[in-house]
């Protein structure tokens, strides 16, 4: 990001989007993203850490923090961050990322000095009751337990991660190993508090019925008189060995409802990839496999109906890496095994032959029109810019992003479709509700 | 390990060997074992660290260290260490494990005070020159690459740890990621020197022909006088969480000579086991496993034919975990699937029908013969000392080891076959000269 001191305006490529930027004396950035059809503000503080910054063996003290944010500060009692921005008619909430963790209230214009000042507030002055922690804990613990250890698909997805990530911590997931959630304690969220909030560590993106001179007056009454904190430092996240052999595995859950096929490529992000790559990426992913339009899902739902669903994505958001995710599940009478060989020979079709001129024109207008769309909605676009800039993108790349999908073409698909659908640089998971040589039996009518 | 001020002295169960110890006013912890058969004597110093204690991104850095160690100190020149160790008639040299560090020779008795004087000298007194920090991480790049990025079965090898542990670090190679490796620097040597290298994070073994007071005299004059260091701590190495899902991996490398089939399962190790189970673990892969008389080696390599080499160790020498690793070559016309099959069925009857007493008790004496063997070595005997030492066993665990061998019973054979051959904790690896298809393809007599 190159936020200098004076202001920076931007001109918008699409949807009639302007954000304004400038940075606090004590290097917080903040952006703008005026909004007059209503008088309401979205206002996000977005801090450049997440799950991925946290040391060895402490898994979800990012998420843990996130939570503990709501307790007392030195002037606010426990709750009361909520409460009042109920009170005063707003909504208010906070996610945690592999790369982020970030704030954010929706709420009447008048009313953004107060939100503002609350949450400059809770920025340092945080103040943790060890008993609130170990409760909150617990609260965690449970958050697990019904998200993802009772969900075997979503414990299919953090071994698939496991498994894609050798070195890098993205391997590692966001709420954390139950068994490292257990230990987490009051001194654990204080540390990674102290090491990663400050002002010259997060970006305030303000987007609504204001101007960057009324943000920069508040801002300069709140976030400002902060001091800057130069103990901030990430630990250096390690990037990933070569990718060598490609990993399968196989969960058996009795509680599985039906059996899921899930690949797994590892990829660039925007932030990472060569320029183009990421884009088109997008659009091979929305061509391919994006919905009941997309060629996987027209041949193995439809037509042949050996699948009863199928789909995948790009997900490029990362700051070091990206994914290219397939998704799954086989129709009665069918196998995962049948279902993943005709997802591989739809995949090796489309690399040999690219995908038509039409169809890239029809995925480009989608995304366009998506991003048109979205730019409509206040809270959408205050994200697009936060989780842009917080990975490593300019106003700039967020802005021009609709230039950059028209100028795709149908060879970059090509090229990235050799590059990146290489099996030595995949996962390959299975979720069978039943241990395969039952599955097998059941499904070509043999004894078991 | 139980060191105190006091002398320690422990009966030995076999073998004759009595390990004396005692700790230095500084913390350092001193072990001397009497072997008067010659007059030679084997100096070792233990650190209580290895490559697992690496910070992350800095993978490499104590084998590296390791080999900085031979270069200057405050009064020894680049490679003087090595040269007066040779020119007395010595040999000496050093090793990285996950969890260990260590630096040896073997040198005549009346050299013993000035090998002392120079290790000690070299604990904390190292003087690293950016150029020769340089070169030296060529000389390891280069050992990287001979040893490990120019054969395929080493590359297996890592791929199958970097699967088997989703957050330990022994999931990472000893001698560290190449693109890891080339980024380590002097600063980042002397950092993890400063902070692992010291008196109260060492154990002196001294074997052969010496007393304990020979040793703590000389001890007392050169190591006893470098100061204790608080500052030295380790990172706390994160546990795994629990592993659910069967793990695969596929490396295909035309220059594999032979197809190479591998199975790891995550099991306790020695220092993390409950009482028995590693002893108990070790029986039941000898028998299983190890050598031409083993189970496996006499159905698939003898009788069927199906392998050319079949083999299986149990690890248990960690600080956290242990592994159960399987190995073997399909026969030429035989195929990894046919081979892994057939282990498996092997495995399986074991568990289910468990071994013969006969078989149990030709174990124990083989295991136990050895070790009676190997104690004649003082090079090995001073090994299992500080290896067992350093990992966290005490004196009396190391030897008690027969008898605690002779304890095991069938029972406990196939309680910890039912335990931890269990799928859902392993990696099964396949090592292909070409790729699948092909490979099918002629090993059925199929056209390509």
Redesign the interface.
Known sequence: MSLAGQVVTSEPATAGVRAESFQLANGMDVVVIPDHRAPVVTHMVWYRVGAADEP??K?GIAHFLEHLMFKATETMKSGEFSKTVARLGGQDNAFTSQDVTAYFQRIARDRLPTVMKMEAERMTKLQLAEKEVITERDVIKEERRSRTDNNPSA??GE?MA??LF??H?Y??PIIG????IAELSREDALAFYKRHYAPNNAILVVAGDVTGQDVRKLAEETYAKIPRNDNVRA?????E??Q?????????DERAGEPIFQRHYLAPSYSSAEDGEAEALDLLLKIVASGPTSRLYKELVVDRKIASSVSGYYSGHGKEYGRIVFYGVPSRGHTLEELEAAIDKGLADMAANGVSEAELERAKRVFIADYIYESDNQSTLARRYGFGLVVGQTIEDIETWPEEIRKVKLDDLKRVAAKYFDI?SSVT?YLRPQAAVEAKAKATGDRS
């Open positions: 060895p063996g898994s414990i299919l071994e496991a498994a050798k070195s911590p391997g590692i190993w139950m068994h490292e630990y250096k996240r390690p990037t060995p070569p060598n052999a490609a990993r399968r595995l196989e969960l058996v030595k998971g």
